[in-house]
């Protein structure tokens, strides 16, 4: 499982890096408004999770392992692509979208297929109950690469610019594009003269618009460096996989290569019970629709209250959340921590708890010596939902392992909540998510009024630290549970296209992720939050309303 999780670990830190600035890129190169851009955001997430559907039907013919392979050449040709720089012309928006096609079919064969594979090493009854803790752990390897991303992308585009004399500077790509189109209003202009005179370099003393081509040229360059790493952490994950692929090949054995090799399932299920499981497992891929179209505003919606509505500064403790370095050490102390409390030998608990004690000191140095106040950009904001995940899992699968082992007269399995009752506790949970942003909102200009500027009256970080916090909760409720949940009850000669179907339900919600961007400067910031808010709370209910159904159905 661990040779698994740290090829995917690779591929996801390229992926996460993409994604980052991609929202950011599209509106700096193109100059596209956040209804258009919004929506190619939005198909492109939908590709990515639906091509699972196809990887997942060709796996259950050929295989899961040659699938995964052929999924990450194929990406490596797409995040190629991605990273050529290109004008802001037709053929470069043809080219951009080859790209995102060839990337979204390379994640359709390889991720989907990876996770049916760590499913496999847990069908022998003897680790079947680690099942659940297995894919916990799996997923938060997953968000270690996920949590480095922001920051890698971060820092490629502030070298790059830093090369070409600039600086990185929110309003500046809205306003360019204003000037450039001829439709900016005076005191725009004003301001984007300003803006343009802080720059370290000669372009500080261009014509505006020369300063306004140049500005979009070195800023659209530095975001396809950015693109590029994905390239080098592919190479990464391919290398893991090839070279550790003796110690999962048992796994890699579909129902049709079981068959031929003469070994029965593990499971083996009449037509009704077939029939019972499918149908289950499509009422759960109904639900998780709504959680992943709230879900996944944080490269849109999220991203983009961060750039027009957040401070660009942070102030206190909340500095250190903007250090990746400081959020790693702080991720790895809450497994010594553990370490301290479950070592059974006085030794171990010693050592654990000396290792903890150096990792906190590591990042209060590393606090002490940030900036105050420090300059943050918004893209950073992604680095919290994973970092959350790596820090909660420990909790979390500590919590469920306490309750597990709580048996009663009424309960002789434990107290535990079922995968499907996690779920539907994990849309009420990211309800509360919405609810903060929600009070964030309170009194701002809506996006119209602000036309492409920034909030006169930004909010402090904590309000989206917060949101992402709660909107974590909720996901380590529902998505390694839900993943898990795919691979236990699937049938299995149909184990390739139920967890393709759960990448589909993800890719439905994501192209529905872009409502809220169509809705962007057409509603206040209050409404837009709330009808996620209350999108999450309906499926919250329809998923314990048909929660006894679902659990008849696919109980062992």
């Not at 469920?400 to 009420?428: C, D, N, Q, V, Y």
Request: proline share 4%.
């Amino acid at each position: 499982m661990f040779a698994l999780a740290l090829a995917n670990t690779g591929e996801r830190f390229g992926y996460y890096t993409m994604l980052a600035i991609f929202m950011l890129f599209l509106q700096a190169k193109f100059g596209w408004g956040g209804s258009l851009a919004s929506t190619v955001y939005a198909v492109f997430l939908a590709c990515v999770y639906f091509f699972p559907v196809i990887g997942g039907i060709l796996a259950d013919r050929i295989g899961y392992g040659k699938c995964v392979v052929t999924g990450v050449c194929i990406m490596f040709l797409g995040y190629v692509a991605l990273a050529v720089p290109t004008a802001a012309n037709g053929f470069g928006i043809a080219l951009m979208i080859g790209a995102l096609l060839l990337i979204s079919l390379g994640t359709g064969l390889f991720k989907g297929n990876l996770q049916v594979l760590v499913g496999n090493l847990y069908d022998d009854p003897k680790y079947s109950a680690r099942r659940d803790s297995a894919f916990s752990l799996f997923y938060m390897a997953i968000n270690i690469g996920a949590m480095f991303a922001p920051s890698a992308a971060t820092a490629i585009t502030n070298r790059f610019l830093g090369k070409a004399g600039l600086i990185y500077k929110a309003d500046i790509p809205a306003l360019a594009h204003q000037f450039l189109n001829g439709t900016i209003s005076a005191e725009n202009s004003a301001k984007l003269t300003d803006l343009a005179s802080l720059m370290p370099s000669e372009a500080a003393q261009m014509p505006l618009g020369d300063f306004c081509s140049y500005y979009i040229e070195h800023l659209s360059s530095a975001y396809n460096m950015g693109f590029a790493v994905a390239c080098v952490s592919l190479i990464f994950s391919i290398g893991i996989y090839l070279a550790t692929r003796s110690w999962f090949k048992h796994a890699d054995v579909n129902a049709k290569q079981a068959a031929a090799a003469g070994r029965t399932e593990t499971v083996e299920l009449t037509p009704k019970q077939t029939k019972d499981r499918i149908v289950a497992l499509c009422l759960v891929f109904a639900v998780v629709i709504f959680f992943w179209m709230a879900f996944h505003q944080n490269g849109q919606s999220l991203t983009w209250f961060a750039r027009d509505y957040t401070r660009s500064f942070a102030e206190g403790w909340s500095r250190i959340g903007f250090n990746i370095w400081a959020l790693a050490l702080i991720a790895a102390s809450i497994y010594t921590l553990f370490g301290t409390f479950q070592s059974e030998k006085a030794s171990g608990k010693i050592i654990s708890g000396i290792v903890t004690a150096a990792l906190w000191a590591g990042a209060f140095g590393i606090y002490q010596g940030q900036d105050n106040p420090l300059e943050i950009f918004p893209q950073l904001f992604q680095q919290f939902n994973p970092f959350f995940v790596v820090a909660l899992t420990p909790v979390s699968m500590a919590i469920f392992s306490a309750l597990a082992s709580k048996k009663t007269a009424r309960h002789p399995g434990g107290l535990e909540p079922s995968a499907p009752k996690k779920i539907g506790i994990g849309m009420f949970v990211a309800a509360l998510g919405y609810l903060i942003m929600v009070a964030a909102s309170a009194g701002q200009l809506s996006p119209a009024e602000l036309q492409g500027t920034v909030s006169p009256d930004p909010v402090i970080p904590q309000y989206l630290m917060a949101t992402y916090l709660v909107l974590t909760f909720a996901e380590l409720l529902l998505s390694p549970m839900g993943i898990s949940f795919v691979t236990k009850v699937a049938p299995p000669k149909y184990k390739g296209l139920m967890m393709g179907l759960w990448f589909a339900a993800t890719a439905i919600g994501n192209y529905l992720s872009s409502i809220p961007g169509l809705l962007w400067d057409k509603v206040s910031l209050q409404a837009n939050w709330a009808i996620l808010m209350g999108l999450c709370v309906l499926a919250g209910g329809i998923m314990f309303a048909m929660l006894k159904k679902i659990e008849a159905a696919t109980a062992e």
